[in-house]
């Protein structure tokens, strides 16, 4: 059985950093791309980023971009997310997914088209 789950998350001033780590089990990891999704109260499910199968290829949301680092280690199992000088509009509870499609199509992909979830982690950016 598919399982992620999402650590890391905090209370961080803005211009902080976070990393956030995505653990998965029940299924050949390296065979899918990994991606990280945000959601803050009262808004849609957003891709933040995502990363291909072999960690080659890499996809930002335009808010993101030259702050967030997306990596994943193959023989952990692990994708993480290196989040730096983090602004208010970051805080959400994010979420990381695992699929098979390209990591652009996967950014973009709605909350139900994923079959399995994990708990989130909450990030909390606030002076």
């Known amino acids: 059985q598919l399982q992620l789950v999402e650590s890391g998350g905090g209370l961080v001033q803005p211009g902080g950093s976070l990393r956030l780590s995505c653990v998965a089990s029940?299924?050949?990891?390296?065979?899918?791309?990994i991606g990280w999704f945000r959601q803050a109260p009262g808004k849609e499910r957003e891709g933040v980023s995502c990363i291909s199968s072999s960690g080659s290829i890499t996809y930002y949301a335009d808010s993101v971009k030259g702050r967030f680092t997306i990596s994943r280690d193959n023989a952990k199992n692990t994708a993480y997310l290196q989040m730096n000088n983090l602004k208010l509009e970051d805080s959400g509870i994010y979420y990381c997914?695992?699929?098979?499609?390209?990591?652009?199509?996967?950014?973009?992909?709605?909350?139900?088209?994923?079959?399995?979830w994990g708990q989130g982690t909450q990030v909390t950016v606030s002076s």
């Open positions: 029940g299924f050949t990891w390296d065979h899918y791309a």
């Open positions: 997914a695992a699929d098979g499609a390209t990591v652009q199509a996967m950014c973009k992909m709605a909350r139900t088209s994923f079959g399995s």
